[in-house]
């Protein structure tokens, strides 16, 4: 469920820009007015808004917040304002440029988007940087990441709800061997969660706990240390319950020492729209403390604000 | 017609690609019993004399006539679908059909547009209830898997952009797993794989030209040693040939179901392609108009289908 606020009156697209024009000109720039317009369109209003923009005043309104803004609220900003396939595109990219801790958002993307919008996310990587998202990866990632991450990001799972019960019986039953020999990278582990349709892989892990005891995850973390079974574990969490996911990733963000800013930014962004509200409840239940209060502790000034207009904290 | 001749005109009808259903017609149908006898009596190729003295069709023969009989009405059935519902209808049965196969699905995966073959994924997901990787990964095992996997999971980027530095060291990377052939087979190398199945067409072809002038082999030439990567380089590279040799082994005498099945499949996929190219390419590299060939080697309402669906490239 999306915390995105809408007024109920949405003002013209031609006073939007008007507004933020406004907001640009003069000395300074007026943080508080482009939230207001912009923290508070979804993705369809600000798609025009930048058509309009670029159309009325001749510049990528892009651009114009790149000139205009700076750092945390910047980036916030400029991740919000791209339309959701554009950002997908712009995430994976940025992580395929960084080190080994990156491969987790090419993870998240490729697992917790539905296979449309990971459709439409490589194509819009092919518009924005002439290549194949799987060619980046692929060339970016190496051993068991690349093995992993490569069918990931390729995968364009059937969505329906049908699952084979015997399949799911047989294939715990694989992965259940591979973990106990310690096989984490094996073929047939990677082929069931890179391959099957998501209800199958539910249906899997249900039969694994029933049959051997222990959630699948729990017994994948025999090596507390190593990267590439914590990578592993966050892939099953994404594809099963993905609030929980994101719900973790967030605490991590906010209780790091200094607070890791692109995390909760990348999160709040790309599931304001989605399912934000399930994940603030999944972060009340968890952490016994409202996200907003957390946010609210952990960030300040306008970055702060865009953040909590995004997760549903005040008006329209 | 004397009756000699007319039942080696039959033979012939029955015998090849397709069926002259003309000729069976204006010849069978007006057999009396004795000629039909003789026909029996003297066509051992499909009559066999049984113990209690009767001449008995070949069980074989019929179940191979039920098909030929079939090419035509599948060649319809192939023309009037969608493309998507044919390529995933091609791919399920080719995997069906096992190892001999996959070359079609190599061919799906590789020829195809980024579109065409995305199309193709949708299609299966709506006929067969899976995503195409998730049966392709479940049933194929051993060295073919990654490959086909990887290939069919593609969606590549379609743009002329190419970088020739990334090029030059992928074209490295491709001659020196070749060489180590040996050592290890080159399809079941990660990096072959990467390059084959995320790489561009635009910039395989870079790299397939590059390695020409830097090796002074064509690749395929030199992937004699494992057919899956040599179907795959030329695919990519060369759809043109590579449809040409399909259409070849097609028409070969003695070649088994699976390589004539090729002649329908591929001109019914080019048709509105690039079977020009392919046409133009066949009678460069055999000598032999195609059209020529299909006349010779074919029969009947088939023969004929093909020759109008190759027409209608000029």
């Known amino acids: 469920m999306s915390t995105l606020t809408v007024p109920p009156q949405v003002p013209s697209v031609a006073e939007d820009c008007e507004q933020l024009r406004k907001a640009f000109g003069g000395w300074g720039t007026n943080e508080g007015l482009i939230i207001s317009v912009l923290a508070h369109r979804n993705a369809d209003q600000r798609k025009l808004i930048r058509q309009t923009y670029a159309e009325t005043y001749g510049e990528d309104l892009l651009k114009v917040l790149d000139k205009e803004l700076s750092n945390d609220f910047e980036r916030v900003v400029l991740l919000w304002t791209l339309e959701p396939a554009e950002r997908d595109a712009y995430l994976a990219n940025e992580a395929t440029k960084k080190w080994t801790s990156s491969n987790q958002v090419l993870m998240e993307i490729a697992s917790t988007r539905s296979s449309r919008q990971l459709l439409l996310a490589r194509q819009a990587y092919h518009v924005r940087f002439k290549r194949s998202i799987e060619e980046d990866v692929a060339y970016h990632t190496t051993g068991d990441f690349r093995k992993l991450l490569l069918p990931l990001v390729s995968s364009y799972r059937y969505e329906g709800d049908e699952v084979n019960m015997n399949l799911a019986k047989s294939e715990a039953k694989i992965l259940h061997e591979k973990i106990s020999q310690k096989a984490y990278n094996h073929d047939d582990l990677i082929r069931v969660l890179a391959t099957r349709s998501k209800a199958q892989i539910n249906a899997t892990l249900n039969h694994y706990k029933n049959e051997f005891g222990n959630d699948m995850n729990k017994d994948l973390k025999r090596d507390p240390k190593d990267e590439y079974l914590a990578l592993l574990r966050a892939t099953v969490k994404c594809l099963t319950c993905p609030e929980r996911y994101f719900e973790k990733v967030l605490r991590l963000a906010i209780n790091k020492r200094g607070t890791d800013e692109g995390a909760l930014s990348r999160v709040v962004t790309t599931r304001a729209e989605v399912d934000m509200k399930i994940i603030k409840d999944q972060y009340q239940k968890r952490n016994s403390v409202p996200l907003e209060c957390a946010i609210d502790k952990d960030t300040g000034g306008d970055y702060e604000k865009m953040l909590l207009a995004l997760v549903g904290h005040g008006d329209a | ?314």
């Open chain 2, 1 to 314: 017609m004397a009756l000699e001749d007319e039942l080696q005109a039959v033979t012939k009808a029955l015998s090849g690609i397709g069926i002259d259903e003309n000729l069976l017609i204006s010849a069978l149908g007006k057999w009396n019993p004795v000629e039909r006898k003789s026909f029996r009596k003297e066509t051992s190729q499909f009559f066999l004399k049984d113990d209690r003295h009767f001449e008995r069709w070949d069980d074989q023969q019929v179940k191979l006539l039920k098909r030929e009989f079939l090419r035509f009405k599948n060649a319809m059935v192939l023309w009037t679908m969608h493309p998507w519902e044919r390529d995933a209808r091609l791919a399920k049965e080719a995997l069906r059909d096992g190892p001999q196969s996959y070359g079609i699905i190599i061919e799906i995966a590789c020829t195809r547009s980024s579109e065409e073959l995305l199309g193709a994924r949708r299609a299966y997901h709506s006929l067969f209830d899976h995503s195409i990787e998730e049966d392709l990964a479940y049933h194929i095992n051993g060295s073919d898997r990654k490959l086909l996997v990887g290939l069919v999971s593609s969606y590549r980027y379609e743009g002329p952009r190419v970088n020739v530095e990334t090029a030059q060291i992928e074209s490295q990377t491709l001659h020196t797993a070749i060489k180590n052939a040996h050592k290890k087979k080159p399809k079941e190398d990660e990096d072959v794989v990467r390059i084959l199945a995320t790489r561009s067409k635009a910039h395989l072809k870079t790299i397939f030209n590059i390695y020409k002038e830097t090796y002074g082999h064509n690749i395929h030439d030199e992937l004699e040693v494992d057919s899956r990567l040599e179907e795959a380089v030329l695919c990519l590279g060369n759809p043109v040939t590579y449809f040409s040799k399909a259409l070849d082994e097609a028409l070969k005498s003695g070649s088994d179901e699976n390589t004539k099945e090729a002649l329908t499949r591929v001109t019914v996929t080019r048709c509105d392609y690039d079977i020009k190219e392919i046409k133009e390419e066949y009678n460069r590299h055999f000598g032999v108009p195609l059209c020529k060939s299909i006349e010779d080697k074919t029969h009947g309402n088939y023969k004929h289908f093909l020759l109008t669906l190759l027409a209608r490239g000029d």
